[in-house]
């Protein structure tokens, strides 16, 4: 607000005059740890980030009436795999998990419908207390390649019903060659 001169005030109570800031110049990633590209580092273990991957829990969540579960599978168990899986292909993808991630997931390990026998033994031994410990949670991500992820829902069911399911999975954690349950 401007003061008229006509009015006697203090000194002090005067407004100052703005303080005129020079302008900014450009600025450069120039320090030496600085990271010049974003990416993800690669490898096993290492993860997948992406964004608002939590919400692939919700939509696991909603697949509950549908799964095909035997004995000694634990529902909680199976949605939080899926859902690391689902957020992972998601990312792959650059985006946010959605329901195509979750079916994709659950049609990799046959939870929709009618699975081999082989594959059921197989999906049980990577499911198990997969929600209470973070390194069976990265083997079973890390089970998944990213190729077989890239593949359509339709595409991923045909290969599961033809019984072509090993060829979806990659090798074990401590093998080379062959995937699980081959």
């Known amino acids: 607000m401007t003061q008229p001169s006509f009015v006697p005030i203090a000194e002090a109570d005067q407004v100052r005059p703005a303080l005129r800031l020079e302008v900014s110049e450009g ?5 030496p740890a600085e990271l010049r590209i974003p990416r993800a580092t ?9 964004p608002d991957q939590g919400y692939a829990l919700t939509l696991a969540r909603r ?9 000694g599978e634990d529902e909680t168990d199976v949605r939080v795999g899926v859902a690391l899986l689902a957020s992972r292909r998601a990312a792959l993808f650059g985006r946010a998990p959605s ?6 997931a659950l049609s990799i390990f046959g939870f929709l419908g009618k699975a ?10 990577l499911f198990a207390s997969v929600s209470h410990d973070y390194v069976l949670q990265r083997a079973l991500v890390d089970s998944v390649p990213a190729d077989t992820l ?26 080379a060659g062959a995937g699980p349950g081959a």
């Open 63 to 71: 697949f509950s009436d549908r799964l095909v579960l035997t004995a």
């Open 116 to 125: 081999p026998a082989d594959l059921v033994e197989a999906r049980r031994e």
């Open 99 to 104: 329901i195509y991630d979750v079916t994709a």
């Open 27 to 31: 600025w450069e990633a120039d320090r």
């Open 42 to 50: 690669p490898g096993r273990g290492m993860g997948t980030p992406g």
């Open 150 to 175: 890239a593949l359509a829902p339709a595409e991923i069911e045909a290969s599961v019903g033809a019984g072509e399911w090993r060829r979806l999975l990659g090798p074990p954690l401590g093998t």
